[in-house]
C-alpha cells in the first residue's frame, strides 16, 4: 500500500516562507535524494481557510512513496540532509504526518 509523507507548515504571526527558495532549491534537494524511491509530490500554498478566514498554514507537501518501507529507508539515509535544509526557507518547525494512502 502507497505510504504518504505530509509536511505541513503552520501559519503564525511571524512566520517566514520563502516559496521561490522551496520550489528552486529545497523540491529539487527531495528528488536528488529520493526521486528514485518516491511515486511523486505534490505541494499546496495556503490562500484561505475559508471566506475571509487567513490560511492555517502555508503549505503542504505530500510525497508518496511505494510502501512504508520505502519511506523508512529514504529517511534513514538522507532524511537528516533534507530536514537540515528546512531552516534555510521557514522558520516554522513543520508538522508531519506518516499515512496510508486509502483514495488517490
Do not use: C
Not at 15 to 20: E, H, I, K, L
Not at 57 to 65: D, G, P, S, V
Request: hydrophobic residues 40%.
Amino acid at each position: 500500500m502507497p505510504t504518504t509523507l505530509q509536511v505541513i507548515y503552520p501559519a503564525r504571526e511571524d512566520a517566514v516562507f520563502d516559496y521561490d527558495y522551496y520550489l528552486e532549491t529545497h523540491l529539487p534537494l527531495v528528488q536528488e535524494h529520493w526521486g528514485e524511491v518516491i511515486e511523486g509530490v505534490e505541494v499546496t500554498k495556503g490562500l484561505a481557510s475559508g471566506p475571509d478566514v487567513p490560511p492555517a498554514y502555508l503549505a503542504i507537501a505530500t510525497i508518496t512513496f511505494p510502501d512504508m518501507e520505502a519511506l523508512d529507508k529514504a529517511m534513514s539515509e538522507t532524511g537528516g540532509v533534507i530536514v537540515d535544509d528546512v531552516p534555510n526557507f521557514t522558520n516554522v518547525r513543520p508538522q508531519i504526518l506518516i499515512g496510508d494512502l486509502i483514495h488517490g
